[in-house]
């Protein structure tokens, strides 16, 4: 019996059991399929006897793509076409599809990055072409979307299957690649310290902030003096702030993002920069504190974007052009 | 534009400094009517395209530029000018600031009842008197300019305060062999003022006070001299006849209770033993050659030495001057080293122990800030100064002053202040009405953060520079 009528029938046991019922065969033989197909050799077909040449065959080559150029490939990708149908018809039955333009629109996004040209050719045992390529991704990106609406609803046995197909494919790169253009979030080392890099001009700071520690509370003793208030220190190359940065523009700017914050007083800095001058040094410092804070305290992530304080000032020294002076001066107009 | 209306914008411009704004702008306004239209420039035998339309422009922008150094206010009409912008603050000075409104810091005053444990971080003013030390013998520098800013001299009471106090207590009494101290510390941290507390609580507690408040005057020939054979060392007479006067305005009442043991006899004088010193000082005092001043001060001095009815205190600010070879040149224009000059000698051999005070104590101060006078290499080795970069054993070091430096204990002054003491300071800039803005807990904070605990720094570049609303 052919692989096809196998799989109606099974479509339409499946139906008649209605929804709710294991629909596990589908899904799962298409998984077991795709993965032995790629692990199988596409030159040996199975059954094939080594006897005469004139006697006929015994047995049925095991697939009917095996007189093709690329068995494997057309293998793979009526797999796939049966789990699209497959689960397209999961879904109707979970009356899930057809999805209201509305319902589309709210779902939530489940970007996929699928496994490079290079790195499907040993899925589909074969060179890749874009257009084969493309063919494929257009399954993919089928199923995927079922996978999200089957994700969004709820039925998780449907979607596990799916995404158990959709995995196959999905690149290992996947995290990074989403991940891309996003900041990577600062975490916090065993001594609370976090680690943080700021830019300005040609500056660049690394710094790290701790907390304060808070002394211990004065004893009920009425001898006893009141707490000193906690102070910040703030070193840069292992130098004071004021000896290391005399102008007091330079110190006002550093101290800007704690004082946004108020949180002068409750963490200790120390920073190491290097390059530029002392304007790009001290921009790049505030910088790396600003970083720094959003670390420790994720809530003024927001007040800070909005005071521009997370963002690196993206202004460079612009460079001289031909005809010019400097960047823009003209040279000096000379009527004859 | 004509010369003639270039000079009627000077006019314009002199007038409007001299406030008579109605005027200046009448002549504005006279000068713009006079203004002829936008000059058009001719072309003699040919100009390239689009050269004639560029001069004109940069005519008109030369123009523009000219006129923007005129302030605006000279073509606003008068009533305009007259009108404050809002209601709630007007553009007059609230009473406090007009002169002669009399306002003044209310301070307790330096003494024993305010040098207690307690007032750790309080401001107190010091006294006003003619005879007040710092009326006397003046102030460095960066203090004189401070006071010249506040209302009432005054300081905050620290922990090193009491240290130092204390330290002038436990001397009173024994030799100053045994009492030579130097004040050390980071450029900014309070060395000088910690010395003139010390000076104004031996003065109110009764010492015979000599300050020198700038040493780096003796040495940086700002003051005249002359070579002599008798001491072999170079006299600096005016210095000396100005010392004396100092010293005796500061101390007369105590000066004319000793008197002299041997008679002094020279070429201008003769005074008989048993004078007091105050009337040697005088006399002196009375020869306005100067030539008498070096003399008399080293009479007196001795005296000072020997006598143990009054302790004295010796304190030189920017000690460290004394220890580089002057600016003083000699017959062979070389720089004359320090202890051939009379004044810095006899400071160096108060401060070595060659020559002892029986009652009495030396202090003296370092000043960081002075990269002329940098403190030297055998300074940092006698008082174990920290030093940033590394010191090599083979770097030389001048063996007689090396000498000189001989049995000085250091007294570090704190690189920060506490908060608590930060505080008073604060209190007193806040009350003195320096600062621009009513955020004070914020200001206090991040101006501490800024300077590190340095009190010049949270001053000067901290409350006195920022212009936070």
């Not at chain 1, 018809?89 to 496994?115: D, Y």
């Not at chain 1, 609406?149 to 996947?174: N, P, R």
């Amino acid at each position: 019996m052919s692989l096809l009528r196998q799989c109606l029938r099974r479509a339409y046991t499946s139906a008649a059991a209605g929804p709710g019922a294991a629909r596990s065969s589908p899904l799962d033989t298409v998984r077991t399929t795709l993965l032995n197909n790629k692990n199988a050799s596409a030159s040996a077909p199975t059954g094939t006897s080594s006897g005469d040449r004139g006697s006929p065959r015994q047995t049925p080559p095991s697939s009917p793509s095996f007189y093709t150029t690329r068995a494997v490939f057309y293998d793979q990708v009526a797999q796939l076409e049966r789990a699209i149908s497959t689960a397209n018809h999961a879904l109707r039955r979970a009356q899930l599809l057809p999805l209201p333009a509305f319902a589309r629109e709210s779902l939530p996004s489940m970007q996929t990055v699928w496994k490079s040209k290079e790195e499907m050719t040993a899925d589909f045992q074969t060179k890749m072409t874009l257009s084969r390529y493309r063919k494929v991704t257009k399954l993919l990106n089928e199923l995927n979307e079922y996978y999200r609406i089957a994700e969004t609803a709820g039925v998780a046995d449907i979607s596990q299957k799916i995404y158990s197909i959709v995995s196959l494919f999905e690149s290992a790169k996947k995290d990074a690649y989403l991940a891309r253009g996003k900041r990577k979030p600062v975490v916090l080392d065993a001594y609370g310290r976090s680690y943080t890099v700021g830019k300005r001009k040609t500056s660049s700071a690394r710094v790290w902030m701790i907390p304060v520690q808070q002394p211990a509370p004065p004893a009920e003793d009425s001898k006893a003096k009141a707490a000193p208030i906690p102070m910040t220190t703030i070193l840069v190359n292992n130098i004071p702030l004021n000896e290391f940065f005399p102008l007091p523009a330079d110190r006002e700017r550093i101290t800007r993002p704690l004082k946004v914050a108020g949180l002068i007083g409750k963490y200790n800095v120390f920073a190491i920069t290097r390059g530029g001058g002392t304007t790009g040094q001290s921009g790049a410092l505030a910088h790396g504190i600003s970083k720094g804070i959003v670390a420790h305290e994720p809530d003024l992530e927001v007040l800070f974007r909005k005071a521009k304080l997370t963002r690196r000032d993206p202004r460079m020294v612009e460079r001289k052009k031909t005809g010019f002076a400097k960047a823009r001066k003209r040279y000096t107009w000379v009527k004859r | 534009m004509s010369l003639l209306s270039s000079q009627h914008r000077h006019v314009a411009l002199a007038l409007a400094e001299a406030g008579s704004v109605l005027r200046a702008g009448q002549y504005r306004t006279a000068v713009t009517r006079a203004a002829p239209a936008q000059k058009q420039s001719q072309s003699i035998g040919g100009v390239k395209r689009g050269r004639k339309e560029k001069w004109e422009k940069k005519m008109n922008q030369e123009r523009a530029q000219r006129n923007r150094d005129i302030p605006k206010f000279t073509r606003y009409p008068e009533s305009k000018l007259q009108i404050p912008k809002t209601k709630e603050r007007p553009a007059i000075l609230p009473e406090v600031f007009q002169p002669g409104s009399g306002h003044s810091l209310d301070l307790p005053l330096f003494g024993p009842s305010t040098l207690t444990a307690k007032s750790v971080g309080q401001a107190t003013s010091f006294g006003t008197t003619q005879t007040n030390a710092a009326k006397v013998f003046g102030l460095p520098n960066k203090m004189h300019f401070e006071y010249r800013i506040l209302s009432t001299p005054c300081s905050v009471i620290r922990d090193v305060t009491l240290k130092a106090i204390h330290t002038l207590d436990k001397a009173k009494g024994s030799s100053s062999k045994d009492h030579r101290i130097v004040l050390h510390g980071r450029a900014g941290s309070g060395k000088s003022f910690l010395l003139h507390q010390a000076v104004q609580y031996a003065q109110a507690q009764g010492w015979v006070v000599l300050y020198i408040p700038r040493a780096v005057t003796l040495v940086n020939s700002t003051n005249s001299y002359a070579y002599d054979i008798r001491t072999q060392t170079y006299l600096q007479p005016r210095a000396s006849y100005l010392t004396l006067d100092k010293l005796y305005k500061a101390n007369s009442a105590l000066l004319s209770q000793l008197t002299l043991s041997r008679e002094l006899v020279t070429e201008k004088l003769n005074i008989p033993a048993g004078t007091t010193l105050a009337e040697v000082a005088q006399a002196g005092i009375k020869d306005k050659s100067f030539t008498s001043g070096p003399v008399v001060l080293e009479t007196v001095l001795k005296e000072l030495e020997t006598q143990t009815k009054f302790p004295v205190l010796v304190a030189v600010d920017d000690f460290q001057a004394l220890f580089h070879n002057s600016a003083y040149k000699d017959p062979f224009f070389h720089a004359i080293r320090p202890h051939h000059l009379s004044l810095p000698r006899t400071f160096l051999e108060f401060a070595s122990g060659q020559r002892t005070l029986a009652n009495g104590v030396f202090m003296g101060a370092l000043t960081e800030s002075d990269t002329a006078y940098a403190v030297p290499l055998e300074l940092k080795d006698a008082l174990n100064l920290e030093s940033r970069h590394p010191v090599s054993p083979y770097d030389k070091r001048d063996q007689v002053k090396l000498g000189y430096t001989e049995g000085l204990k250091g007294l570090k002054v704190p690189e920060r202040m506490s908060t608590n003491e930060m505080a008073g300071l604060f209190s007193v800039w806040k009350d003195d009405m320096a600062l621009t803005t009513d955020k004070y807990d914020e200001l206090f904070m991040s101006k501490y953060v800024e300077s590190d605990g340095n009190p010049r720094d949270f001053v000067w570049k901290g409350l006195l520079s920022t212009l936070s609303p």
